[in-house]
């Protein structure tokens, strides 16, 4: 079935899921959060994709929970159990899927949208591109794993400011921070973000996806289980047709054909 709250293509190795809500900056509401769960399932089971790119419509990334909505709901709406069946399984979708996902980051980001913004694995910016942990305006806390990653991100001294001011951030000073990896002006972020997926499309796919996970795995572990994790890692690695092809390749002094396998 085709989505109604976001927009689905994929080609080249690259899946690009656009959210699409844009006259509300792409707030989610239960069916959106669904649907891009889905799609990234989709692009996760689809081995022709080897990289996703996260981004918005118009000109916001996402302004986080749908508040029309949630008000909607009225006193019975219980936030707990709709984070725990929702933007939970959103985010750890995104971050149990084996393939890179970039975020081109068009605009702002806030609140929930700030947390699915930050938990893409490689973000590039636009120029008016923003951050903002808009929980505190609404007397709420971040939420949407935003209080664990934030401070391995930035460290728990601008992490606990910015959800205390619920400042916007500019993306100058999140590139400054280490909150994205690259701000291009607005014109060329598609360009650019799609530029470096289909560089990460053309790698080792499956060597990639370890990384991913070994290094998540390591927020948790102290150093010595650290070490094993990443032998574990590289022996899987290194049973890949990438891993060969990359050997050979260098071997032969040519550039390497990596297939994601
Ligand atoms: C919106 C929204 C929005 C609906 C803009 N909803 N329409 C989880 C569990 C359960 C409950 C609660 O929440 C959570 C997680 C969360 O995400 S909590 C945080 C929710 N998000 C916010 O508090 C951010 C609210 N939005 C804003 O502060 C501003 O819109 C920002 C700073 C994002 C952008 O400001 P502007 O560029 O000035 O745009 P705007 O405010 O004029 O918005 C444009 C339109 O989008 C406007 O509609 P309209 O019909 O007047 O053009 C807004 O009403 C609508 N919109 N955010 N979250």
């Given at each position: 079935?085709?989505?109604?709250?976001?927009?689905?293509?994929?080609?080249?190795?690259?899946?690009t899921?656009?959210?699409?809500?844009?006259?509300?900056?792409?707030?989610?509401?239960?069916?959106?959060?669904?649907?891009?769960?889905?799609?990234?399932?989709?692009?996760?089971?689809?081995?022709a994709?080897?990289?996703?790119?996260?981004?918005?419509?118009?000109?916001?990334?996402?302004?986080?929970?749908?508040?029309?909505?949630?008000?909607?709901?009225?006193?019975?709406?219980n936030?707990?159990?709709?984070?725990?069946?929702?933007?939970?399984?959103?985010?750890?979708?995104?971050?149990?899927?084996?393939?890179?996902?970039?975020?081109?980051?068009?605009?702002?980001?806030?609140?929930?949208?700030?947390?699915v913004?930050?938990?893409?694995?490689?973000?590039?910016?636009?120029?008016?591109?923003?951050?903002?942990?808009?929980?505190?305006?609404?007397?709420?806390?971040?939420?949407?794993?935003?209080?664990?990653?934030?401070?391995?991100?930035?460290?728990?001294?601008?992490?606990?400011?910015?959800?205390?001011?619920?400042?916007?951030?500019?993306?100058?000073?999140?590139?400054?921070?280490?909150?994205?990896?690259?701000?291009?002006?607005?014109?060329?972020l598609?360009?650019?973000?799609?530029?470096?997926?289909?560089?990460?499309?053309?790698?080792?796919?499956?060597?990639?996806?370890?990384?991913?996970?070994?290094?998540?795995?390591?927020?948790?572990?102290?150093?010595?289980?650290?070490?094993?994790?990443?032998?574990?890692?590289?022996?899987?690695?290194?049973?890949?047709?990438d891993?060969?092809?990359?050997?050979?390749?260098?071997?032969?002094?040519?550039?390497?054909?990596?297939?994601?396998?």
């Amino acid at each position: 079935m085709p989505f109604e709250t976001l927009l689905y293509t994929a080609a080249e190795g690259v899946a690009t899921l656009t959210l699409n809500r844009p006259h509300t900056l792409n707030a989610f509401n239960d069916q959106m959060i669904a649907e891009a769960i889905e799609a990234l399932r989709q692009a996760e089971r689809d081995a022709a994709v080897r990289c996703v790119v996260l981004t918005g419509a118009g000109r916001g990334f996402s302004s986080g929970q749908d508040l029309a909505d949630t008000q909607g709901r009225g006193a019975d709406f219980n936030l707990g159990d709709h984070l725990r069946h929702g933007y939970h399984r959103l985010i750890k979708q995104m971050v149990k899927m084996e393939k890179p996902v970039v975020g081109a980051i068009n605009g702002v980001a806030a609140g929930a949208g700030c947390s699915v913004a930050l938990f893409t694995d490689f973000r590039v910016a636009s120029e008016k591109a923003s951050f903002m942990l808009a929980f505190s305006k609404i007397g709420l806390v971040p939420d949407s794993g935003a209080n664990w990653l934030l401070p391995r991100l930035i460290g728990y001294t601008r992490a606990y400011q910015i959800a205390l001011t619920a400042e916007k951030i500019p993306a100058p000073t999140a590139l400054a921070w280490g909150l994205v990896n690259v701000v291009v002006p607005e014109a060329d972020l598609a360009a650019e973000a799609h530029k470096w997926a289909a560089q990460f499309a053309l790698g080792a796919t499956r060597a990639f996806g370890l990384t991913k996970r070994a290094m998540y795995r390591s927020f948790d572990l102290d150093l010595e289980a650290a070490l094993e994790y990443e032998a574990h890692t590289q022996v899987i690695a290194a049973r890949t047709a990438d891993f060969q092809e990359g050997v050979q390749a260098f071997l032969e002094k040519r550039p390497a054909q990596f297939t994601g396998r």
